[in-house]
Each structure stands twice: as C-alpha cells, then as structure tokens.
C-alpha cells in the first residue's frame, strides 16, 4: 500500500507527566486543580483534567459552551444524580447546573468541551469568565 499523502497531523500529549495547576474560582471562593490538555485554536475545544476535593460542589451555573466529564477515579456528583469512574456525563450549553465531588472521595475528570469554555455563576450571572490557567 502506498502512503497517502495527505497526512492527519496527530498532537500526543502525556498527561501522567502534566503538573497539576491551582484553578481559583473567585465568584464562589474556591480553588480546583486542572492540567489543561489540549486547545484547538481552529474551534476553541478544549480538553482538561480537573480535580474536584472531597466534599466540593461547583454550585449552580452556566456555560456558553456544552462540555463532557469522563469520570477517571472518585464519583461525579450532579444536580441529577451521581456517576463512577468510566462513566461520562454531557451538559448541554445554556443550561444551569451544579456538580463536583462526593462528600467522601475527590474525584478527577477528563473535561471536554465543544468550544471555548467560560462559566457564569448565579452568584454573579452578569458576568461571564473564561476559564485559563492564566
């Protein structure tokens, strides 16, 4: 077989070797861990992973953008129930939510999103903040 030309350029990332960075949420006086992954500059997606603490809930909010959270260890707790590792939850764009760690246990997720990310909080919902580790 002939190799195409027209070739897929593929970006690897070692995300084991990522460091993990603090994540302050000022709107509600928080801080979460997150190793930004990937950001496409074509779509604005981006890929994190992200650290809830035990006992932790990001309390109600928003996005301007829908995103997803595979599960990798500890449970997803959400306004609608709760999720264990292997499990991947989708938020539809717009709507409000609250989700984050067990009472317990931290749980750490793959977070995904379908355009650039911003969250908004009831707290302050004239507001929208874009989420970097800048």
Not at 45 to 66: D, E, K, S
Request: hydrophobic content about 40%.
């Amino acid at each position: 077989m002939t190799i195409p030309t027209n070739l897929v350029s593929v970006t690897g990332v070692d995300a084991a070797r990522l460091p993990w960075s603090a994540f302050p949420i000022p709107q509600i006086d928080a801080e979460i861990s997150i190793k930004p992954v990937f950001d496409d500059p074509d779509t604005g997606m981006q890929v994190m992973m992200l650290r809830y603490p035990a006992g932790f809930t990001n309390v109600w909010h928003t996005h301007p953008c829908a995103h997803g959270m595979y599960v990798l260890d500890g449970v997803l707790k959400t306004h609608e129930g709760e999720y264990g590792p292997g499990s991947f939850v989708w938020f539809s764009e717009g709507g409000w939510m609250e989700h984050g760690a067990t009472e317990d246990v931290d749980v750490t997720c793959l977070f995904v999103t379908n355009k650039p990310f911003a969250i908004r909080y009831e707290v302050d919902a004239e507001h929208c903040y874009p989420m970097s580790s800048d």
